[in-house]
């Protein structure tokens, strides 16, 4: 009888091993192909409209310096579905403040680039 139990046991606790191990596969074949961590982001440069697509390190701070006039004037930006160029609403503050002087593309009641 008590041979039983210790069977019962075991067998609940390989089960439960099992299905853990089966758990942790399942995660790391899904988590680690669908959903890669993007390295380059879409940045707008608020005085001139020009694109820019960044890495990480190349946009360490927000603004980012402009390649070429080495000017803190860019800020992420995201290219909508109709073709516009908008920045989100948690940069208005930015845009309002520090970039305010320099923003010429960027109207601030739809955060989307102004048409030319």
Do not use: W
């Not at 041979?3 to 390989?14: P, V």
């Amino acid at each position: 009888m008590a041979r039983m139990g210790f069977l019962t046991r075991n067998s609940k606790l390989i089960a439960s091993i099992a299905m853990l191990v089966a758990a942790g596969f399942m995660f790391a074949k899904y988590s680690s192909s669908d959903s890669p961590i993007p390295h380059r982001f879409d940045y707008i440069c608020v005085s001139t409209g020009e694109l820019f697509n960044l890495s990480n390190d190349e946009a360490a701070m927000i603004p980012a310096r402009h390649p070429q006039t080495r000017v803190a004037t860019l800020i992420p930006c995201i290219r909508n579905a109709d073709g516009t160029v908008a920045v989100e609403e948690g940069f208005r503050a930015l845009l309002e403040g520090e970039l305010s002087r320099y923003n010429h593309v960027i109207d601030l009641e739809t955060l989307r680039v102004k048409p030319r």
